[in-house]
């Protein structure tokens, strides 16, 4: 299995972290090398690697302008959930934010390097 988590808004528009779990079913991904263990998540519009740097200031509450996932690549960073909860993703971590409507929430870089990330746009979003 492989995990990752998502940010979403409630019915009333507050934010909220949910895990996820999802299962790595063999596949031939690389032919003719061995199968690979892949979960498919969504067919990608676009990628773009982000860099924050360690004064960056996200501090002003905030939706997700579009559903993306972020991957982590170098740095931490902190989110804050409208509903006040904290997590934490470092270096190796998965977000996939769709607090696209209500509250949204607050980003933080911690520790001592810039932020680097790659981020995922699913093919189904409105161009923008």
């Known amino acids: 299995q492989a995990r990752y988590v998502r940010l979403y808004a409630d019915e009333r528009g507050e934010s909220h972290f949910a895990d996820v779990e999802v299962d790595l079913e063999p596949a031939e991904f690389a032919p003719p090398a061995a199968p690979l263990h892949v979960a498919a ?19 002003i509450p905030h939706p997700s302008p579009h559903r993306q996932l972020m991957c982590t690549l ?40 810039d932020l680097l990330v790659i981020a995922v746009t699913p093919g189904d979003e409105v161009p923008g």
Do not use: I, K, N
């Not at 998540?41 to 501090?59: E, I, Q, T, Y």
């Not at 270096?91 to 520790?111: F, I, M, Q």
């Open 41 to 59: 998540l969504f067919p990608a519009r676009r990628s773009s690697l982000v860099c924050a740097p360690v004064d960056w200031d996200g501090s």
């Open 74 to 113: 170098r740095g931490d960073y902190e989110v804050t959930a409208s509903d006040g909860s904290v997590r934490r993703f470092p270096a190796g971590s998965l977000l996939l934010l769709e607090d696209t409507t209500g509250a949204g929430h607050t980003t933080r870089v911690v520790g001592t390097e």
